[in-house]
């Protein structure tokens, strides 16, 4: 339990993967050994943060204060000398930070050096067997035995996201009884389809030159989500069309895969398999010019541009034609 | 007080009028951040509340930022906008009697950073002040001000200082002239900017953005996309990118005009290697970029694309 070990003043939670993140919260929230404190970073400054963390129990029972979406806290002036004051062995009062963003600022670092830090990254659909081993804990959690296959109709349902497939456990117990088997036609009967498109797939297939595939995804994006979709959307293809220039042209200049490898941070298979053929698919002088449009897509949908559906579809249309 | 206020006579002026009891209406002070504004409001708070006693309690307690009687409000973050609450609040207080003197003073620093809702909620006040409130709106450019807003206050312009007074502050932080001449040049007439490029090293993002212009004559995206994403503030870098590329087209023109005098060399072969239809493509594309610099857009993206436009060909 998080109350044996000694963790200094600061444990610092974050990553993408909400579900750890909630889950830290609460281990914060159920401290029975001192007084708790849960707290919203959004909206809050730091100023008033201080201030409740300075405060004492009135029986002087150590204190824990959980902050989360510790991310969105405004300002730094005063928790930063605080942070740098603090006594890495003073533990009295101890502060959950959960920092819902992958990348931590250097404020939540230095506090993370003064105590502990877990990493929570999103899962990303292609690491199976992470997610295997972190459903199958959950299910244990929850006292229920996987069959085989039943991670991977999870995935297909609900895609690489822990929190969905786990309230989806929660809802199997009443289907198959405690500590009962669940089967694929157990995950059929009760999950209901997710989102079926994600925006990076909708600018996978742009990039494929899969002009119909690319207008279906849109399609189902905005029926799922709305007219919002376009700025992910947008995002998507900005990255996508970098990774692409910069992939051509270090094709162009005879770099192999591992040289791409390392410039994308990617496994050389999946450089062979999936980056290379889609770059080949595509010219520098080209990739350039669709840059330009981006730009002026980037800029018409964070203003107020009319018919932006229309003018996401066409440039979706212009990578892919 | 108003005496200390150096180079903006006309908003001298108009702070005469206000502390002289003349003038109440709301004022909209217009003019680039670091020339002055804040600091002639607070200075005509001064000549206001002390009458001209230079011992006057007044004087120390708004030096501190502790008088009663003066509230400023400003973006809690740079870039942010603020916020109805904050709005309300101010409001609230402009409404209530002064505690030391005959007015309060409200200074909103940031008048171009009002929400759209806490613009809307200020609309009755600034209409019909309350008579024991002045109000002062400072904003770097008025078309960034709600109409609605700019109707209801008197306009004021602050000028650009000139280079002579900036080189003269920022002597006394520094004993390197030409650093102080560069600085001052960088900052377009603003001694804060000034003072900050001289205090915080930002100096190296300027090296940072030459580095940029170096690597993209090596024509490769993959290093030059990758000192793009390592360049720590994108806004302030194009700020001097373009003071570069005005150097790099003075240099053969009118050399004593440069702003980067410490550099001259380095940008003389920089000329010479880019090229003038490149540098051409250079200024066009920056001020393409420029467009968008308060637009919630993917600055380096556009900064990528703009270099890459020019360099990869």
């Known amino acids: 339990m998080a109350g044996k070990k000694r963790t200094g003043p600061f444990v610092v939670a974050f ?23 849960v707290l919203d970073g959004d909206g809050m400054t730091d100023h008033d943060f201080v201030d409740i963390c300075e405060m004492r129990a009135f029986d002087g029972t150590d204190r824990v204060v959980v902050l989360d979406n510790a991310n969105k806290l405004k300002g730094d002036k005063v928790l930063k000398p605080y942070i740098e004051a603090k006594d890495p062995q003073d533990d009295s009062v101890i502060i959950i930070a959960v920092v819902r963003s992958d990348k931590l600022s250097d ?132 990255k996508t069309v970098e990774k692409l220039i910069v992939a051509r042209q270090m094709l162009d200049k005879g770099d192999g895969k591992e040289i791409l490898a390392a410039r994308f941070d990617m496994h050389p298979f999946r450089v062979e398999k999936y980056l290379i053929p889609l770059a080949q698919k595509h010219t520098v002088p080209r990739l350039r010019v669709q840059m330009k449009h981006l730009c002026k897509l980037d800029a018409q949908i964070k203003g107020p541009a009319q018919s932006k559906r229309t003018l996401v579809e066409l440039a979706v249309l212009s990578i892919a034609a | 007080m108003l005496d200390k206020v150096r180079e903006q006579p006309e908003a001298v002026r108009f702070l005469e009028r206000v502390v002289g009891g003349e003038l109440t209406c709301p004022l909209l002070l217009v003019g680039q951040e670091g020339v002055g504004r804040k600091f002639s409001v607070l200075a005509a708070a001064k000549q206001s509340f002390s009458k001209g006693d230079a011992n006057s309690p007044h004087i120390l307690q708004i030096d501190h930022g502790a008088h009663p009687d003066v509230t400023v409000i400003a973006p809690e973050i740079p870039g942010k906008e603020i916020g109805i609450k904050e709005v309300r609040k101010v409001i609230e207080d402009a409404y209530s009697f ?149 150097d790099l087209v003075m240099l053969p023109l009118d050399p004593t005009r440069l702003t980067n005098v410490d550099i001259v060399e380095k940008l003389g072969v920089l000329r010479s290697k880019i090229g003038e239809r490149r540098l051409g493509r250079l200024v066009t594309n920056l001020a393409n970029v420029k467009q968008h610099h308060r637009a919630p857009v993917n600055l380096a993206f556009h900064v990528k694309t703009y270099l890459a436009d020019v360099f990869s060909e």
């Open chain 1, 15 to 37: 990553g993408g993967e909400d579900y750890f993140l909630d889950r830290a919260v609460e281990l914060g929230r159920s401290r029975k050994d001192r007084e708790v404190v």
């Open chain 2, 98 to 246: 002064p505690s030391l003197v005959p007015s309060r003073y409200v200074i909103i620093d940031g008048a171009d950073w009002l929400s759209t809702a806490a613009a809307n909620a200020m609309l009755k006040t600034l209409e019909e002040p309350p008579k024991t409130t002045r109000f002062f709106l400072l904003a770097e450019q008025s078309s960034d001000v709600l109409p609605t807003i700019r109707s209801r206050c008197g306009l004021v312009r602050y000028q650009p200082l000139s280079e002579a007074l900036i080189v003269e502050h920022l002597d006394q932080h520094t004993a390197d002239p030409t650093k102080s001449l560069v600085c001052a040049r960088l900052a377009d007439g603003s001694v804060g900017r000034a003072i900050q490029y001289l205090g915080s090293g930002r100096l190296a993002l300027r090296d940072q953005m030459t580095g940029l212009l170096e690597k993209g004559l090596g024509g490769d995206l993959s290093s030059l996309f990758s000192a793009v994403n390592e360049v720590s503030s994108l806004k302030l870098g194009l700020r001097f990118l373009e003071h570069l590329l005005r």
């Open chain 1, 107 to 238: 404020l939540w670092k230095a506090a993370a050096a003064k105590g502990r830090s877990d990493s929570y990254p999103k899962l990303k659909p292609w690491e199976g067997a992470k997610l295997q081993k972190h459903v199958e804990k959950e299910a244990e959690r929850l006292k229920l035995t996987l069959g085989k296959g039943t991670v991977a109709a999870f995935t297909y349902f609900l895609g690489a996201e822990l929190r969905p497939i786990v309230n989806e456990l929660r809802k199997l117990i009443y289907v198959v009884g405690e500590g009962g088997v669940v089967e694929r036609k157990h995950v059929a009967m009760v999950v209901a389809p997710a989102m079926p498109a994600q925006p990076w797939e909708v600018a996978d297939a742009a990039a494929e030159k899969n002009a119909k595939k690319a207008m279906n995804l849109v399609s189902l994006l905005y029926k799922s989500k709305g007219d919002g979709v376009c700025i992910p959307i947008t995002a998507a293809l900005l």
